[in-house]
């Protein structure tokens, strides 16, 4: 038995937010959808987590990062010699943004 936890209009109101533009049909098709996902986080909230630890990712993660050292570092004369087009110490590039 399918329960309708959402309605058309809510459907649209997603779908403008998306910026999406769905057909009478389609919007039926995701207020399906969508309820059966709703009515399974529903059924989720049933559990008992009492002793499950909140986890922000499902595999444990590490810090890959090295030490922040002092290390060898190129002059600003060394490395801007190669640089094709140069306005006094900085990389001259074409501008992008209008």
Sequence with gaps: MEKRTI?????R????????ELSLEEEEKFAR???????Y???LKELDTT????TSHVLP???????DALGFSLSSKEALSN???RKD???KVPKIVG
Excluded: M, T
């Design 89 to 91: 110490n900085w990389f």
């Design 7 to 11: 309605d058309l209009e809510q459907v």
């Design 13 to 20: 109101y997603i779908a403008h937010l998306a910026r999406l």
């Design 83 to 85: 640089a094709p087009c």
């Design 33 to 39: 959808q969508l309820g059966r996902i709703l009515s």
């Design 51 to 54: 002793n499950v630890p909140p």
């Design 41 to 43: 986080v529903e059924k």
């Design 61 to 67: 993660l590490k810090n890959v990062f090295r030490e």
